[in-house]
């Protein structure tokens, strides 16, 4: 079993950034693809950013790529989502999710990959 937490969200101007954390637990972190998601209101849950176990792989949506970065801290059991140059479309609720089982061979980019979730933090980008 792994638990979420997210933390980090709130209300930033565009053109800002916002760092996410995800705290989880269980001592097999270091063996979860972790991805974040978002949705925003009205709309389907989107894929973000992936990461593998180690850290050493990662794949972003385009929407994001070039602004938004994951990373993740195994000692720590966190990973991280740094989101720089915000736009009002990036507001949506932010989730973690863990892939459905240890030692998954392939990055995870669709909800239906993940196994477990956070319960979400709010990032709000005024314009």
């Known amino acids: 079993q792994v638990q979420l937490v997210e933390s980090g969200g709130g209300l930033v101007q565009a053109g800002g950034s916002l760092r996410l954390s995800c705290a989880a637990s269980?001592?097999?972190?270091?063996?979860?693809?972790m991805d974040w998601f978002r949705q925003a209101p009205g709309k389907e849950r989107e894929f973000v950013a992936t990461?593998?176990?180690?850290?050493?792989?990662?794949y972003y949506s385009d929407s994001v790529k070039g602004r938004f970065t994951i990373s993740r801290d195994n000692a720590k059991n966190t990973v991280y989502l740094q989101m720089n140059s915000l736009k009002p479309e990036d507001t949506a609720v932010y989730y973690c999710?863990?892939?459905?089982?240890?030692?998954?061979?392939?990055?995870?980019?669709?909800?239906?990959?993940?196994?477990?979730w956070g319960q979400g933090t709010q990032v709000t980008v005024s314009s």
């Open positions: 990461i593998s176990w180690s850290g050493g792989n990662t």
């Open positions: 999710a863990a892939d459905r089982g240890p030692y998954g061979l392939s990055l995870a980019l669709t909800t239906t990959r993940m196994g477990y």
């Open positions: 269980g001592r097999t972190f270091s063996t979860y693809i």
